[in-house]
C-alpha cells in the first residue's frame, strides 16, 4: 500500500509537543468567558470561527483571505457526494486510469487500482479519513464524468452557500494556482455538511476496514488523520470531528466541528504550523464556547411605533366596522448565542391579518413576529390584542341598518327635490320672467296710445 499521507516528513514532534502544550495553558488562561483573544494569539495566518446554529462569526483573524485549501477541499467533495450520488451507499464507485494515475505517486491514496470498486460509503470514509486522493477524483467522475466537471459544481454550490471567494479546480485539493478559498467560507461549506448525520459519523469515526476488494485480498485500514479525536496529546473530547490538509503552498489547514452543552462550533484555519492547527483550534474553541450567554434579541417594541387593526362584524351579509384594536408584543426574547452577536442582522418578520372579526379580548393572540439570523430561526413572538372590541347587539344593528336606510331615501328624496329646484330654476322660471316682461311691455303700449 503507498503512503496514506501526503508531504514531507520532519521529526521534530517532542520539541513541538512540549511547545503546543505551553500555548495550549496560555489561551487557556487567557480565553475565559468575555475575555478577548488577540488575533495575534493564533499561529495561523488567517482563522474564522462561527456558531454552527446561526452562522454567527465568533472570531475573525483575516478570515476572507484568499488562500490554498489543500484536502480540506475533500468537504465540498463529501457535501456534493452526500445531495448528488442517486444509488445511495451501496452504489459502486469504479477507478479508471485517469483517477488513478494522474495524481503523483506520493500524494494520499489507498492503492486503489484501475478498475477496481468500492461502495460509495467505503469511498466516503476513504476520502474523509485517509484524505485519499484517488477516492476523490473517482467520485467526482462518478457523480459528474469528469473531475473537472465535477469542480465546476462544487465551486457553484460553494457559491449557493455564500461562499463566494472559492474558486475549486480539482476534488481533492493538490495544489493548482487557480484553487483557493477563505476560512470563512470553508466554515459555511462545513456549516453544510453537518446538517447531514452521515457526515457527521464520517467526521467522528476514529478508524475504519474496508474489506478485501476484486483485485485486493487485504483489508485496507484507516486511521483518521485527525488527530484531535484519537488518543494522543491533542485529544479534544469537545471536538466531533473535522478535515485536515497538507501542502507546500497551502501549508497545514484544518476545518473543524466541536459541540459542548448544546453549542456547535466550526473553526478553520488556514496557512498554519504542522501541529499548531490543533492547539490554534483548541484556543478558539476554549474562547468560543466561554463566549456564549443570554442575548436579548427582541426587546418587546415592534419595528415600527404604532399597529392597529381593523374590527368588523357581519351582519345580514353587511361589514359594519366597529373600531380598530391596538396591537403589541406579548414580551420579549432572549436567545442563548454569542455574546458579541450583531442584532442588526437580525431578520424580523411580521405575520398580521388585515383586520379582525368581533368580538376581539384584550391579550388575544392576533399574530406573530418570527426572528431569524443567518437563515437559522430564532423564535417567535406572539402579538396580542391590547384593547377589548365588543360586538354590537343585533337589535342595535338592526336599529342602525333601519336607521342607514332611513337617512338613505331622505337623501334620495332632498337630491330629487334639489334636481327639481335646479330644473325650475333653469327652465321653468326663465319662461315665467319672458311672459311677464312681455305683458309689462303690451300694458306699457297700451297706456302710452291712451295719452
Not at 509537543?17 to 478577548?36: K, V, Y
Not at 442584532?343 to 388585515?354: A, F, G, N, Q
Not at 430561526?377 to 391590547?386: I, M, Y
Not at 342607514?404 to 327639481?420: G, H, R
Amino acid at each position: 500500500m503507498r503512503a496514506s499521507r501526503g508531504g514531507p516528513k520532519k521529526n521534530h514532534a517532542g520539541p513541538l509537543i512540549i511547545l503546543s502544550i505551553i500555548f495550549i495553558f496560555a489561551f487557556a488562561a487567557t480565553t475565559r468567558a468575555g475575555a478577548e483573544l488577540d488575533p495575534e494569539n493564533i499561529i495561523a495566518r488567517s482563522a474564522v470561527m462561527i456558531d454552527a446554529k446561526t452562522g454567527i462569526v465568533v472570531f475573525d483573524k483575516d478570515m476572507h483571505e484568499r488562500l490554498y485549501p489543500a484536502s480540506v477541499t475533500k468537504l465540498m467533495t463529501v457535501l456534493l457526494a452526500l445531495e448528488r450520488a442517486g444509488g445511495g451507499f451501496d452504489d459502486r464507485v469504479y477507478f479508471s486510469r485517469d483517477a488513478v494515475y494522474s495524481l503523483p505517486w506520493d500524494s494520499s491514496n489507498i492503492a486503489m487500482d484501475e478498475g477496481e470498486s468500492l461502495t460509495m460509503e467505503q469511498a466516503l470514509y476513504a476520502i474523509m479519513l485517509a484524505s485519499a486522493n484517488e477516492v476523490a477524483n473517482a467520485v467526482a467522475e462518478h457523480i459528474a464524468g469528469t473531475a473537472e466537471n465535477f469542480a465546476r459544481l462544487m465551486t457553484e454550490r460553494a457559491a449557493e452557500l455564500g461562499a463566494n471567494g472559492t474558486r475549486f479546480l480539482n476534488p481533492h485539493g493538490l495544489h493548482e494556482d487557480g484553487h483557493y478559498t477563505t476560512p470563512y467560507d470553508m466554515a459555511l461549506i462545513m456549516r453544510e455538511c453537518v446538517k447531514h448525520p452521515f457526515f457527521v459519523t464520517l467526521i467522528s469515526t476514529e478508524y475504519y476496514e474496508i474489506p478485501p476488494t476484486e483485485k485486493h485480498d487485504e483489508i485496507r485500514g484507516l486511521l483518521n488523520t485527525n488527530r484531535l479525536i484519537r488518543d494522543g496529546d491533542y485529544h479534544n473530547a469537545d471536538v466531533v470531528g473535522g478535515k485536515t490538509g497538507f501542502t507546500d503552498q497551502a501549508g497545514h489547514t484544518l476545518v473543524t466541528y466541536a459541540e459542548r452543552d448544546g453549542v456547535g462550533l466550526i473553526t478553520a484555519v488556514m496557512k498554519d504550523e504542522k501541529n499548531m492547527i490543533y492547539t490554534d483550534t483548541t484556543a478558539l474553541l476554549e474562547y468560543g464556547f466561554g463566549m456564549f450567554g443570554d442575548v436579548t434579541v427582541f426587546d418587546g417594541r415592534l419595528p415600527e411605533p404604532k399597529r392597529t387593526l381593523p374590527v368588523y362584524q357581519l351582519y345580514d351579509e353587511r361589514t359594519i366596522e366597529l373600531g380598530d384594536a391596538d396591537v403589541a408584543p406579548a414580551g420579549g426574547l432572549v436567545c442563548f448565542l454569542p455574546l458579541n452577536t450583531d442584532l442588526t442582522k437580525i431578520e424580523k418578520v411580521l405575520s398580521l391579518p388585515d383586520s379582525l372579526e368581533a368580538p376581539v379580548r384584550k391579550g388575544q393572540a392576533v399574530g406573530k413576529l418570527t426572528l431569524s439570523i443567518g437563515g437559522y430561526a430564532l423564535g417567535a413572538v406572539a402579538l396580542v390584542s391590547k384593547t377589548d372590541v365588543e360586538r354590537t347587539d343585533p337589535l342595535e344593528l338592526a336599529y342602525e341598518a333601519k336607521s342607514a336606510a332611513s337617512k338613505e331615501t331622505a337623501l334620495v328624496v332632498l337630491s330629487a327635490l334639489k334636481t327639481m329646484m335646479f330644473l325650475f330654476a333653469l327652465i321653468i322660471a326663465p319662461m315665467f320672467i319672458i311672459r311677464w316682461v312681455n305683458i309689462y311691455r303690451r300694458r306699457r303700449r297700451y297706456t302710452s296710445g291712451i295719452g
